[in-house]
Every structure is written in structure tokens, then in C-alpha cells.
């Protein structure tokens, strides 16, 4: 699903006041080619202008790759106007690697920004996880943030990947790896090969306490398979890039792993869903940020998910 250009630019100047220019994002080269902005390690609310995830770009020699587009209109521009900042090549792919917000909404700053619309790139079943939530994402930007998008203005992807794909972007290939249900049911990594960079978006959490919204015991699963990865730098959903791989999944999965042994404790012991959300995993948030936006939440899913293995 795309919109015109006209479109495009009316939702831009609803966000921004009027204002037709973004001040650009501010990104670090992490490896030859590969540019990071870092959002900061918060909930997606109107008080960080949405900016709160990992966004990223890679480019080739022929065109550039969006690694997600940010969680508001505002943010997918000032990330445009950082790589126009950085190079004159074109946009080809924007590649989202989930579904929730603050990774998706700033999609519609890369529809007719340039004479060629970019493919947007997404795990097979991103779209019917976007549309499961647009109607809240609306209500969400129009409620908290004051923004009232424009029909079109969530954008859907138009290239899907079923298992593994692999983009040109001319003299780099990027490798697109569509994960079964983990973190969300629509988890997408993105390996440069030449730097051997991985952007693990939220297969990965650094300092932010990781949020499940898919399958724990899933995540886990994918975890095992990530740590095969010849990887010389990680890019997490959020937290700062790093080179310690694989120790840097060591926290998040202690977390985890934490949180399914004492969810099928306290089933075991035939605790409520409400003793279980108060008791399970509570000496496991330390160092973690935003434990108490997320950890009760964890715990409510993990008990569903387990409670009838």
C-alpha cells in the first residue's frame, strides 16, 4: 500500500507544523558503508518524538538499503535527510524488521521522495501483523503524539520474505533472514556480508529489558540460532551497537531463560495468572531499564504461552 507523493507531503506538514525541511538524524558509521542512529533507550512516547529505535542504512554502489524507518513520519524524514546528507544514491530497499511502531511509521518519508519509489522489504507475515494494529497505531499517534495520518500513510511492504532473501545493492549483498514467532511473529535480521554487520533489531535488546509479543520459547529457540552467525558487529532493537558477539545475547537471554523456568515454576505450583505476574522473574531485572513498562507484561505472556504445554 503507497501513497502519492501530494499525500506523503500533507502528512509530513500535519507532523511537523508546516515545516517542509528535517533537521537530519544524527548517525555513526559503524562499519565501511553501514550508518546507525541510536534512539534512545525510552517507551515510544510524544515526549522523544517517537525516536526511541535502532534505524539504520547501508550503502552500495548503486543504491542504499533503510534499515527500518523510525516511529513517526518526523523521524522516516530526518532519517531520509541523514542520507542524503551522507550520499547522492538513491533509496531502493526499505526494509522493515518488524511490526511495531516506533520501526515502521517513518516508512511514509521514503514514498515519493525521489523518482523511483524504494521496495519495502518485510517478513512475509508482517502485513497481516501491521493491519492487525493499524487501527491502534492511529488512535495511538492521534491521542498522544496529535498526529492524524493521512489515508495510506501506515505503508505496507510490497517484496515479502518467506524464509531468506538476498538484496544487490551493488558491490554488497545484504542477507534477509525471516525468523519463526520470537520476540514478534514477523522477526526479520538483515546481515551485510562485506562487514559482516547484523542488524538483530529486537531478536535483540541491549540495557532496554527485552518485550515479548511473540514466543519465548521461540525466541530462545532463535537465539541458539543467531550465536551461529559469523558476526563482526551486532546491531540490537535498541542499546548500543556491539562487537562482542555472541556474549552480547548472554543477558537478554539469562532474562529470558529466567522468565520461562519461573513461569513453568509457578504453573507447577498452580499459582494464579496475578501471583505468578507478581513473583516470577523479579530478581532477574537488574541493570535492565523500563523493567516496570515491561516485565509484567512479559510475565502475562509467558504464562499464557505455557500454561498448556
Request: proline share 5%; hydrophobic share 45%.
Amino acid at each position: 500500500m503507497r501513497i502519492g507523493l501530494a499525500a506523503a507531503l500533507l502528512t509530513w506538514l500535519c507532523w511537523s507544523g508546516g515545516s517542509a525541511a528535517a533537521e537530519a538524524l544524527s548517525v555513526a558509521e559503524v562499519a565501511p558503508g553501514v550508518f546507525v542512529h541510536q534512539g534512545r533507550v525510552e517507551d515510544w512516547l510524544p515526549d522523544n518524538g517517537g525516536d526511541v529505535a535502532n534505524l539504520g542504512f547501508v550503502v552500495g554502489q548503486r543504491c542504499v538499503a533503510v534499515v527500518d524507518s523510525g516511529g513517526t513520519p518526523a523521524v522516516g524524514e530526518a532519517l531520509r535527510a541523514a542520507i542524503a546528507r551522507t550520499t547522492k544514491l538513491p533509496v531502493c530497499y526499505v526494509i522493515n524488521t518488524h511490526a511495531h511502531p516506533d520501526h515502521v511509521l517513518g516508512n511514509v518519508a521514503f514514498v515519493g521522495a525521489a523518482e523511483k519509489a524504494p521496495a519495502f522489504v518485510a517478513h512475509a507475515r508482517l502485513p497481516a501483523a501491521l493491519g492487525a494494529r493499524e487501527r491502534y497505531l492511529r488512535n495511538a499517534l492521534q491521542r498522544d503524539f496529535g498526529l492524524a495520518l493521512a489515508p495510506g500513510a501506515i505503508v505496507y511492504p510490497s517484496l515479502l520474505v518467506e524464509r531468506r532473501l538476498e538484496l544487490d545493492l551493488g558491490g554488497r549483498t545484504l542477507q534477509l533472514d525471516a525468523w519463526p514467532t520470537a520476540h514478534t511473529d514477523n522477526d526479520l535480521t538483515v546481515f551485510d556480508t562485506r562487514t559482516r554487520t547484523l542488524f538483530v533489531s529486537d531478536l535483540l535488546f541491549v540495557e532496554h529489558l527485552p518485550v515479548l509479543d511473540g514466543s519465548l520459547r521461540g525466541w530462545l529457540q532463535v537465539l541458539a540460532e543467531l550465536r551461529r552467525f559469523d558476526v563482526a558487529l551486532a546491531v540490537p532493537g535498541h542499546g548500543a551497537p556491539s562487537s562482542r558477539w555472541p556474549a552480547v545475547l548472554d543477558a537478554e537471554e539469562r532474562y529470558l531463560r529466567t522468565l520461562l523456568d519461573e513461569t513453568r515454576s509457578a504453573l507447577r505450583d498452580k499459582l494464579s495468572i496475578q501471583q505468578a505476574v507478581d513473583r516470577v522473574g523479579r530478581g532477574a531485572l537488574s541493570g535492565w531499564r523500563l523493567a516496570e513498562q515491561f516485565h509484567r507484561r512479559n510475565v502475562t505472556a509467558a504464562y499464557a504461552e505455557l500454561e498448556w504445554e
